[in-house]
């Protein structure tokens, strides 16, 4: 049986809605025979939850973590060393992705980052409000042995962010190999809510991999999409189970794939509650069934369990309005089989979610700025690739514009806009929809429109861009990406519109391996 979306969950960018089955879609159309990708697991191997981070809190009351990207290696097959790239900060170093770092809004913080790779890097802070000169952008690279040190106030509502790199035409090959990393934002709110890292409130970051013969990652089986693997790894661990000793349990769920597009469910098709998208708090819990995540994705949820309770997370089909082939090839029709819960025979009674939670206030289009459009097409914006002497557009630091995103390709795009949050504008609706959620990342199937209301920055730079780009990595790596800067509202027609760049500094790194 194929499986189906509703065009207003893929407006989404996640199945949301008071709607919570799979229902015929008007594509009404139908993906080729269901395939699987991967083992049948017997969820083996005790799941891995990465160490927070630690940092201390200088004289001036800076907050100062302190990591190093190096290589490394770890074992996801039983026997098998695999080498990767990893971050780690000193204390913390499984080998593969890394330590999750924590801030509380209100706090300075600084990042003192080592690169102890051959080869340029970037670590861009997906979903942070900072300036761009400190956002680990292709214009921040990292030469092999030197030190980037950002600093930034964190001013923005509590969040589940990650880190990433970001180098020029670089980040799908330097993710697969294991760079990524969880930023978790706090501010005091909705405490009521499962909070104990580790125990009740749990990180999943979800990635695809193929393994060669000889255990190393392989990046090969590249689709339309992007670079799919045939096994799933949660927080880097292979074939997992999580023991539970709680009738409450929030799940923060990251897509750090590079391509790969998860439809999240449990086996025995229970109810959960999405508290969360990408950067922040709905107004209200919804109830539902279905989770659709796209490359870079965020959403929190809680899950609520009953003594030796065993439910399956799992990965369902879906459809996109692609081809069958094209479906079949960017993974569509897989069944993967993700996480066993493994509740105890004895567990900590579930706390009463909030009926209300709490939240930053919608978005309004009183003082509307500008209407933009923004097509995607090939592995183009506006016709264009990325070159990074350009400056694509100029908008107004603290102002409020609406883009209309045209996916008007056969394939999916996802659509990512640095330094922001923005709110969905349901198609005929006169203003955001609260109930989608904050966001930073947004799906669009082939042929898909979506209304975007992006609050730009306060921090202005008319020389150091942010990026906005499919965030299918290899989509982004071959061009599809454009640049914007912020600046003074009054200066928005005169702040120039080209770069002086080091080319041959941003593409020393540069290896498609």
Sequence with gaps: MSARISRRTLLAGLAAMPALTLVGCEFDRTTAAPISTVDTLDFSNRLRIPALATSTVDLDGVRVFHLSVAEGSAEFLSGVSTPTWTYTDGRYNAGFLGPTLRASRGEQVQVILENRLSKITTVHWHGMH????HDGGPHQPIASGELWQPEWMIDQPAATLWYHPHPHGETEGQVTRGLAGLFYLDDGSNADLPHRYG??????????????SRGRFAQRGRAVTGLL????????????HMPVSTGQLRLRILNASTARIYHLAFADDREF????????FLPSPKRIRRLLLSAAERAEIVVDLRPGDPPVLRSLPWDL??????????????????????????????????????????LTFDHLAARRTIQLDGREINGQQMEMSRIDTVVGAGTTELWTIRNTHNQPHNFHVHGVAFQIVPT???????????KDTVLLAAGETVQ??????????PLTPYMYHCHLMWHEDVGMMAQF???DPDQVDSAPRTLDVDHDHMAAGHDHG
């Design 273 to 280: 509650a999405l508290i969360a998208t990408d950067s922040g």
């Design 130 to 133: 900072l300036p761009a000169r």
């Design 452 to 461: 975007l209301a992006i609050r730009f920055p306060p921090y202005t730079d």
């Design 229 to 240: 693997g045939d096994k799933i790894l949660v927080n880097g661990t292979y074939n997992p």
């Design 199 to 212: 125990i009740d409130d749990i990180p999943i970051i979800l990635q695809d991999r193929t393994f060669d």
């Design 321 to 362: 309005n692609m081809m069958a082939v094209l479906t079949n090839g960017a993974g569509g029709n897989d069944h993967l089989d993700l996480l066993q819960l493994r509740a105890r025979a004895s567990v900590a009674e579930g706390g009463r979610i909030p009926e209300r939670l709490e939240t930053s206030s919608a």
């Design 485 to 487: 800067a912020v600046v």
């Design 428 to 438: 005929g609706a006169s203003r955001p929809d609260p109930q989608l959620g904050w």
